[in-house]
């Protein structure tokens, strides 16, 4: 089994800040892409950043300069700074991972649970 645990998600007044942490944990043999996406009310889930194994970024225009994906692939975690924070972030942030759990097997797509993230005006 795989699990991947987020953490770091409040409430927190515009302009400010917060970070979200994503431990995965279990029989994982090597992790490929990991990434941030969220669901806002009444809307559909979209990608936030992306970080491969590698380090390479990538973000969605609506956070860009805003937002800081990270990973420590010894502890198996990916991290996701969010500064600037505006009521439009608002949204149940998930993490995923694209896990695979074995020499030559393929990677196959996690998720967490989801953390909250509030943001008033």
């Known amino acids: 089994q795989v699990q991947l645990v987020e953490s770091g998600g409040g409430l927190v007044q515009a302009g400010g800040s917060l970070r979200l942490s994503c431990a995965a944990s279990?029989?994982?043999?090597?992790?490929?892409?990991m990434g941030w996406y969220r669901q806002g009310p009444g809307k559909q889930r979209e990608l936030v950043a992306v970080?491969?194994?590698?380090?390479?970024?990538s973000y969605a225009d609506s956070v860009k300069g805003r937002f800081t994906i990270s990973r420590d692939n010894a502890k198996n975690t990916v991290y996701l700074q969010m500064n600037s924070l505006n009521p439009e972030d608002t949204a149940l942030y998930y993490c995923n991972g694209q896990i695979r759990r074995g020499w030559g097997l393929p990677a196959n797509d996690y998720w967490g649970q989801g953390t909250q993230v509030t943001v008033s005006s």
């Open positions: 970080i491969s194994s590698g380090g390479r970024t």
């Open positions: 279990g029989s994982i043999f090597r992790i490929e892409d």
